[in-house]
C-alpha cells in the first residue's frame, strides 16, 4: 500500500509567502499528498491567494483566529495521511523533501521519526547555505533534547516527517503556547519516538528576520509563552531521563532562557535563572557576541544585554 502523505500548513496574515509555499508543496517529486491549509483567521488575502489552488489534492479550511497551534491541530482532525509533514506559510521544501525521508521511514515502523536539513534565509532560498548543526545526525529522542539543550540548537517544524500513528500517541499540540510551540510539541513527539533519523538529503527552507513574525514577538504573552514551554519540554526530559547530562543540559537551557527572556520580561528572567541554579547551575557563558561577552566581564550580563540588543 502506497502511503498517503499530509502536508498541514497552517496560515495567517501570510498573503506575500503563501503561494511560493504552496508550490513547493504541490511540487513534491513524492506524489501521493494531501495538502491541508488552515487559515487562521487572516485578515489579508492568504485565504483567497490558497483557494486559487483548491484541487482534489489541496483543500483550504478556515477558523476564527486561535493561533498556530490550533491550526495546527485542525489540521491533524482533517488528516487522512500515514505521515504528517507540517509546513508553516512562510516556509519552504525542497521538490523531493519528503520522498527522501519517506525513503528512510518507511522500512523503520511508525515509531520512528525522521529529521532533515535546513536553512534559513530571508527572500531568495537558492542563496541560501546549508551549514551543518549539531543536531545533524541520529539520535534517541533524550539525546536529541540533550544537544539541542547544550549547543542552543532548534529543528524547524517542517524539517520533520512523522508517523501520524507515532504523533497519535503524544496527543494534540499546546494550545496555550505561542512562541516555541513547536520546541515543546517535537520534544514530546521526539521522546516518544524509538528513534530519529537524520536525513542530510531532504531539504526545507526557513524564512526569516519578517518584521511581526511570531518568533520575533517580544511582547509580555509570546514571551510567557517561551518561559512556559521551556519549563514544560524540560519537565518532558527529566521525568525520561534524570542523568547528570540532562541535569546540565537543562541548567542550561534555563540560563539561556534567561538571557532570552532579558530585560523584556525581566520577573521571568530571574525566574528562570531561579530555576537553573535549583539544577545545579552552570558555568557556561550566557549566550551572545563576543562584544557581549566582553561587556558581561566588565559590566554584568544585564547591562550587556541592554546595550547589545
Known sequence: MTPLISIIIPSFNAAPWVADCLRSALEQTYPHTEILV?????????????????????????????????ARNAGLRFARGDYIQFLDADDLLAPDKIEQQLRLLQPLGPRTLASGAWTRFKSNPTSAAFTPHANWRDFSGVEFLQINFETASMMHPAAWLAPRALLDQVGPWNENLSLNDDGEYFARVALAADRIIFCENAKSFYRSALTGSLSRRKDPRALASLYQSVELTL??????DRSPRSFAAAAYAWKWAAFELYPAAPALSHAALKSSNKLGGTTRPFPGSGRFQLLARLLGWRLARRLTL
Not at 492568504?46 to 476564527?64: C, D, M, P
Not at 519537565?235 to 525520561?240: G, N, S, Y
Open 235 to 240: 519537565t518532558h526530559l527529566l521525568t525520561v
Open 38 to 70: 488552515i487559515d487562521d483567521g487572516s485578515q489579508d488575502e492568504t485565504a483567497a491567494i490558497a483557494r486559487q489552488f483548491t484541487s482534489g489534492k489541496l483543500s483550504v479550511h478556515t477558523q476564527t483566529h486561535q493561533g498556530a497551534a490550533a
